[in-house]
């Protein structure tokens, strides 16, 4: 399977769809700020690949981290393996000027 990249206005269609939004961020960055909804499984941790085979079952991962790179590459990891990957475009920092810019 091939990794999808995704706009930041597409996430909620996703998870809609039944997808696991996932922030790949280290843990302290997603205790600060976070896209509503996500669970935190930091990709630079020892177990990474165990802990997200607890969400294979959703239909599809949303990855994201800050500004897209780390998802991309760990999505490409994860989609070899089979699973639907899609990755958020310009990560964590992309959905923050979205968000700024509606509440503006």
Known sequence: MEVQIIAVWDIEQKRKDG????????????KKEHIPGAICITYEEETFYERIK?????????????RGNASLLVGRRLAEQGEKIYTVSGGYYAYKRV????RD
């Open 19 to 30: 997808c696991v939004l996932i922030d790949l961020r280290e843990f302290d960055e997603y």
């Open 54 to 66: 607890l969400v294979y079952d959703a239909p599809g991962l949303i990855l994201y981290c800050d």
């Open 99 to 102: 968000y700024r810019k509606e």
